[in-house]
Every structure is written in C-alpha cells, then in structure tokens.
C-alpha cells in the first residue's frame, strides 16, 4: 500500500508534527511520501518528501499536476490533511481512481471540505460529533516523550500560532491580578496586537512573548514548565495539552477539544468567556504546585499514544481499499 500525505502549511507545526509521526511509525507497514511546501520540507526526516506547492485551492492546473503526481508514482491513497488539502483531495478523487482520507484537524464553522472523502479521521470527539460519518481517533503526545517528566521550576506556559482563535489576548487579560511568570511561545500575525497589548496593561515584567522557535526549542519548555494554559475558543486537539501531561505539566484552560475528556471540570472555564477564564487562572495558578497529574499522565500513554492511532488508522487505510474492490 502507497500512501501520500498531503500538507499545506507553510509552518513545521502541529499538522505538521502529527503527519511526521504517524508516517514515521508506519513507515515499513506502508510506503508514504510527504506532499509539502519547500519552507518544511526538510522536517520530515529519514521520509520521502517531496516539495509540492499547491497554491489557490481553486487551480486547475495544480489539480492537475497532482493528478498526475499520483498516476506517475503509484499512489494507492492520498491522505489530506485540514480543510484546505481535503477540498483539493475532493477534486483530484472525482477526476482519478486515488481513495481519499481525509484528517479534520481543527473546528471549521462548515466542513463541506471533507464532504466527497472516502473517509474522514477526527482528532476529537467534538470534531467527530460535528463531522458526518467520521471516525474519531485521538491524538498522541510526542512518542520520543514517553518516560519525560518536567522539573516544575520554570514559567508557566502556553504554546500555539498567535491567532484569534487561540485567545491569548483573553490569557493575557486574565493575568493581569496573577504573581506568576507566563511565556506565551508561538509566532502568527496577532504578534504585534499582543505585544501591545502586554505593555498596555503594564505586564511586561510577568509574560514574555517567545517567537519563531522551532519544535525542538518548544520541546525545551517542556523539560522546566510548571503549567499549561489553553485559551483557545476552538480546537482539534490540543496536541500539546497531551505532550504536557505526559511530561507531568498541569493543564488548564477553555473546554475544547479533549481537554474535557482527560481533565476534571473544575479545570476548565467556557470557551469565548474571558471572565470566566480569568476567575479559573486566579483560582487555579496559585495552587499549580500542589496539582498531581501523576494518574492523568499514566491514564494517557495508551489511549493517547502513537501506537494506538496508527493502528486504527491502518484499518481505515485499508476498509477504504477493499471496498473498492
């Protein structure tokens, strides 16, 4: 069985991350080849990646070429990974004979992208609910983690692309009555609103913007961190939600994603509420330090791990393949 991942980030972040994983661990089983842009290219180490610049989701002639892209090479499956890869796998399976999966990373307002998928993976029970005739497989903490354990001496963090669904503008509202060091640790266009904003409200001397680390740098942060924050309105995942409890972070935050499956309501405040988030840090933060995450951190390294969805996902590959027999 060939398969090719499709991937239209032009960032090495946690799309890209999974996509690495799950074919580095199927790697052997499978034959996978890493459709991508040149900027990320290079990431997916000791895998057959190859640089494909898809563009407008709407041009003909890159439908084409990846038409023939799969024709030339051989590719039983093209797996299309978020909504903008899953609308052109959409197209270039009703013009070829290629079965397309498709993986629904985050929460859309619509998701018509995934519609004409052979088969649609989801990354929450949230997403699968929302998804018609999806399959809900977890997402898994990094498997290169898996007897890591924090020091909980350093900054308490939070971790994604600084964009207005994650909400940091909200967390850093939030800090504003908080005695704790925050590192905010991501890069995206809000930046310059953030920074702003952090100075405004006079917390220069408690959150630090961190920007353009790589995943490795962010793996770092992992080693000291004393918590997680999630202040997103929406999420798949979070990805980073699992990594940290597996290194024995506490985690707090909105309820999305399947932060409401691994943590006690208590935790957890409405997404979209500032208030709400502000009232659970001021009341959690300060007792971060007493939190035991010792039986999350065990309950996860089965349910949530690499070996677990890499399986499931194989059976999809290959139901998919049979009924087209």
Not at 78 to 85: N, P, R, V
Not at 119 to 147: C, G, M, Q, R
Not at 297 to 303: G, L, P, T, V, W
Request: with cysteine; net charge neutral; aromatic share 8%.
């Amino acid at each position: 069985m060939k398969i090719a991942h499709l991937i239209t980030g032009k960032v090495f972040a946690g799309i890209e991350q999974h996509v690495f994983e799950l074919a580095h661990f199927m790697e052997g089983q499978t034959t996978q080849i890493i459709l991508c842009e040149d900027s990320i290219k290079n990431n997916f180490i000791g895998l057959d990646s190859r640089t494909f610049k898809l563009g407008s989701r709407y041009s003909p002639g890159n439908i084409f070429r990846l038409v023939a892209l799969i024709k030339r090479e051989g590719i039983d499956l093209l797996h299309c990974h978020g909504a903008k890869s899953s609308f052109v796998g959409g197209l270039v399976g009703s013009i070829s004979k290629v079965k397309i999966i498709s993986t629904a990373h985050g929460v859309k307002h619509n998701y018509k992208a995934f519609q004409k998928s052979d088969a649609i993976i989801a990354v929450s029970k949230e997403l699968a609910s929302d998804i018609a005739h999806s399959t809900y497989i977890s997402n898994w903490f990094n498997p290169s983690h898996i007897n890591a354990l924090s020091s909980r001496t350093g900054p308490i963090v939070a971790i994604g692309r600084l964009e207005s669904v994650k909400a940091f503008d909200h967390l850093i509202q939030s800090w504003v009555n908080v005695d704790a060091k925050l590192e905010i640790i991501g890069s995206g266009p809000q930046e310059p609103y953030l920074q702003k904003l952090i100075s405004t409200l006079g917390l220069s001397s408690k959150i630090t913007l961190v920007t353009d680390r790589s995943y490795d740098d962010i793996e770092l942060k992992y080693e000291t961190a004393s918590g997680l924050v999630i202040s997103s309105h929406r999420e798949g995942g979070p990805r980073v939600a699992l990594e940290a409890m597996n290194y024995g972070i506490p985690v707090i935050g909105t309820r999305v994603g399947i932060l409401s499956e691994l943590l006690p309501k208590e935790l957890l405040s409405d997404p979209s509420d500032q208030k709400a988030l502000q009232s659970l840090i001021e009341k959690i933060v300060p007792l971060l330090a007493q939190l035991d995450v010792s039986a999350i951190q065990e309950s996860i390294k089965d349910y949530y791990s690499i070996e677990n969805a890499a399986s499931k996902t194989k059976k999809i590959y290959y139901e998919v393949l049979n009924a087209s027999k």
